[in-house]
């Protein structure tokens, strides 16, 4: 097996991920090379640097950043050889078998590994992004596998190289969110199924309350943004809740009236969602309006 291990950066220090996929590399029998890719960072780009002088590591530094579809499409086109692990910059291996567990699926078109939160938050400021990880993007390979290209992710992900060069990700999206629900979506309209292990990275750095309510709201505008382009597709539909909850409600004619409620409800939903006890449903809700909104503009 030829195997490149892909890592988008931006502004994380990646010298210890790195130092372990190299360790856990060089004593697979595999040919291999870990290429890091700087998306515009600003911060600790001397650290990372160096990971440059390592055998079989290439490092490559891009002035702006391209975004989530484009970094990857970007490192696709780089890698070497024949499949390709990607993953997020702010992860770690929960044991020293990680890579050795993908090797072992070589033959699968794609392969998804999961997630881990930890027990806990790191600290008040990232609790919502915390519960959201904790309680709906940690999941079991049995759990996924019920619909599994509506799990796809680019969280921790193998795919074949050859793949990736054909479907590609969709670079107009801009920001956060969705890039990977139209992979999967891809994926299904090509009957390539994806294959759900128990392979989790630890995700380390969470994003304070604010920002991920942030990024959740651009990923909630991304979505209408697809709904534009594709219209009310079905597959679409049925791959992400808040969709189907919004056509429900259009359908009776209700979107115009959530969508007056957004200027009412904004203050009391964001205050509690910042909160140290947010809501998932409240978390809901609120992005549910916010799409009326979106619909409306």
């Known amino acids: 097996m030829e195997l490149s291990i892909c890592i988008p950066v931006y502004n ?3 010298t210890s991920l790195v130092h372990e996929l190299h ?5 697979s029998s595999c040919a291999f090379e870990i290429l890091l890719m700087e998306d515009g960072s600003t ?9 440059g002088s390592l055998e079989s590591v290439r490092y490559v530094r891009l002035p702006q950043n391209v975004g989530r579809s484009a970094i990857r ?3 696709a086109d780089e890698a070497r050889y024949e499949y390709l692990i990607f993953m997020d910059c702010d992860v770690f291996p929960q044991d020293d078998s990680f890579l050795e567990r993908y090797i ?3 033959g699968h078109d794609v392969v998804m590994g999961g997630y881990h939160y930890g027990e806990q938050p790191t600290s008040d400021k990232h609790i919502l992004r915390w519960k959201y990880g ?3 993007e940690e999941r079991s390979a049995a759990e996924r596998s019920v619909r ?9 992900f193998m795919i074949k190289k050859a793949l990736l060069e054909r479907l590609r990700f969709d670079e107009s999206l801009k920001g956060y969110g969705h890039e990977d629900t139209l992979f999967g979506l891809s994926l299904k309209r090509e009957e390539i199924s994806v294959t759900h292990i128990d392979n989790a990275l630890s995700h380390l750095n969470y994003d304070t309350s604010d ?3 942030q990024k959740s709201l651009n990923a909630v505008a991304n979505l209408w943004l697809i709904c534009q382009r594709r219209g009310y597709d079905e597959d679409l539909a049925e791959s992400i809740r808040i969709l189907r909850c919004f056509k429900r409600i259009d359908r009776f004619g209700l979107s115009s009236l959530f969508a007056k409620t957004y200027p009412l409800v904004r203050s009391s939903c964001e205050k509690k969602l910042l909160g140290k006890h947010p809501s998932l449903f409240i978390f809901d809700l609120y992005r549910l309006i916010y799409l009326c909104v979106c619909s409306k503009k």
């Not at 360790?23 to 004593?27: G, L, M, Y």
């Not at 911060?43 to 990971?51: D, I, M, Q, R, V």
């Open 12 to 14: 994380q220090d990646v």
């Open 23 to 27: 360790r856990q590399a060089s004593r």
């Open 43 to 51: 911060s600790f780009l001397e650290e990372n640097s160096t990971l």
């Open 73 to 75: 499409n970007r490192l």
């Open 104 to 106: 072992r699926m070589e």
């Open 134 to 136: 904790k309680e709906r």
């Open 148 to 156: 599994p290209n509506d799990s796809f992710s680019t969280f921790n």
């Open 211 to 213: 920002v991920f309510l």
